[in-house]
């Protein structure tokens, strides 16, 4: 069975799906078959994996709202064992619509039923806030990844991320656990970004990774050209740090598993 792991911050621009589309690449090319969901109305981790949201006429919409089997959603992307559930236009109302649904916040935990046998793997790219359809990622996942960038503002959202993570533990899913903290975008040469660092792995403990993510400018070119950065520019800072946090968390799953 895949192990379903939602990565959530409610604050954007933390690198959050630059994180999830990137890990998803480097543990596809692992030989590990992996679902990545992009369930973000913004569909940045569609674009990211090089489709247009515009054009696509089937996404993770037509699963919460129509109950169409996630089978017939699936597109295969150029990494091979990777596949995407994509996001298009028609997931901005869907927070709406999912209000009348019955069980609303399970509907992605029962269609993703019929496929997690199939992946060793299942990642979803939560939007930047805490509605219904991150609500329904958390309800479905196993665990959490949350990517946070060391600036100030990322650590006023944390208490409230926790607190929603928390909730959902008690009422929707009770096997939810926190699997790891990726610091991004980080800058060593600044005093404050080692400050909130360190206020971080005080707050979070082990939970933090220790590959900590910097900030490169190659990573934001391979989004704009709809490529993981292993396809981009695979000797870059950025794609150096990906494989091996990829490489750490695979590692952590191990351990774990024995």
């Known amino acids: ?58 996404s993770v919409y037509n699963v919460l709202i129509d109950d169409e089997p996630v089978s017939d959603n699936i597109l295969k992307t150029e990494v091979d064992t990777l596949d995407l559930l994509p996001s298009n236009i028609d997931l901005a109302g869907a927070e709406v619509e999912l209000v009348y649904k019955q069980r609303r916040e399970k509907i992605l935990k029962t269609a993703l039923e019929e496929v997690k046998d199939r992946y060793d793997y299942i990642f979803i790219d939560c939007p930047p806030s805490l509605g219904l359809l991150t609500i329904n990622s958390l309800a479905a996942a196993d665990s959490v990844i949350i990517p946070i960038q060391s600036e100030y503002y990322a650590l006023e959202g944390l208490s409230q991320l926790m607190n929603s993570i928390t909730l959902v533990k008690q009422h929707l899913n009770s096997a939810l656990e926190v699997d790891g903290v990726v610091l991004t975008m980080f800058d060593s040469r600044s005093l404050i970004a080692k400050q909130i660092a360190d206020e971080i792995r005080k707050f979070f403990t082990k939970s933090v990774f220790e590959i900590v993510v910097p900030r490169n400018v190659r990573l934001v070119e391979a989004s704009s050209y709809g490529k993981p950065i292993m396809l981009h520019d695979p000797k870059c800072a950025g794609a150096r740090a990906y494989k091996a946090l990829t490489q750490e968390y695979l590692d952590r799953n191990l351990k774990k598993s024995k």
């Open 1 to 58: 069975m895949g192990k379903i792991v939602s990565f959530s911050n409610q604050k954007g621009g933390v690198g959050k799906t630059t994180t999830c589309v990137n890990m998803a690449a480097y543990i596809a090319a692992e030989g590990k078959k992996v679902l990545l969901i992009d369930i973000d109305p913004q569909g940045n981790a569609t674009t990211g994996m090089g489709f247009s949201k515009s054009s696509l006429k089937k």
